[in-house]
C-alpha cells in the first residue's frame, strides 16, 4: 500500500469517493460540479490543506482531507479531518489507520498540530468505535451551524 498526497489526477476518484460517502451517511447527493470544484480547489491551493489517498495495486481505495484551522491559544493549527472514505471491498483492513498516521507523521515534520479533530455522524457507531481505538475521544465542543444556501 501506497499513501500520498492526493493529485490533480485523483480529482475524479475523490469526486466519486465523496459522492459515495454522502450518500452512505448522510443519504446526501452531492452535485457533482460544486463537488469537482470543491476537490480541484483543495488539490490547487494548499494552504487551505491537502487530500490523502491510498492506494493498492495503482488503485486509490481509500482517502481522506486535512483541513487546517489556527489556533491562536496554542500558536498551532488543529488538523481537521474530513470526507474519509475506504472503498467496502477494503474497509475493515487497517486502512484508515495508516491514513491517521501518516497525517500525525506529517504534522510532526510540519512542527506539530494543537490537535486532530474531525466530525462523525451521531448513529456511525462502527466510525466512532475506530475513532476510539485509535486514541481518539468525543470532544466537549458542541456545533452549531447557519447554513447559507448558494
Known amino acids: 500500500m501506497q499513501i500520498r ?11 466519486a469517493f465523496n459522492q459515495a460517502m454522502a450518500e452512505e451517511t448522510e443519504g446526501l447527493k ?25 492506494e493498492q495495486q495503482g488503485n486509490i481505495v481509500a482517502s481522506l482531507m486535512v483541513t487546517f484551522e489556527w ?14 472514505y475506504v472503498t467496502p471491498s477494503s474497509r475493515r483492513q487497517g ?11 506529517m504534522a510532526e515534520a510540519e512542527g506539530g498540530a ?5 466530525y462523525v455522524e451521531h448513529d456511525n457507531q462502527q466510525a466512532q468505535q475506530t ?15 447557519e447554513v447559507v444556501k448558494a
Open 5 to 15: 498526497k492526493g493529485r490533480s489526477e485523483d480529482i475524479n476518484a475523490l469526486v
Open 30 to 54: 452531492l452535485d457533482a460540479a460544486t463537488l469537482t470544484r470543491g476537490v480541484t480547489t483543495m488539490i490547487n491551493e494548499p494552504q487551505r490543506g491537502f487530500y490523502l489517498v491510498a
Open 71 to 84: 489556533s491562536d491559544w496554542r500558536a498551532a493549527n488543529y488538523y481537521w479531518i474530513q470526507s474519509v
Open 95 to 105: 486502512i484508515y489507520r495508516q491514513l491517521y498516521q501518516a497525517v500525525k507523521t
Open 114 to 118: 494543537a490537535s486532530f479533530r474531525l
Open 131 to 145: 475513532y476510539t481505538a485509535l486514541g481518539m475521544a468525543q470532544s466537549h465542543y458542541l456545533m452549531f451551524e
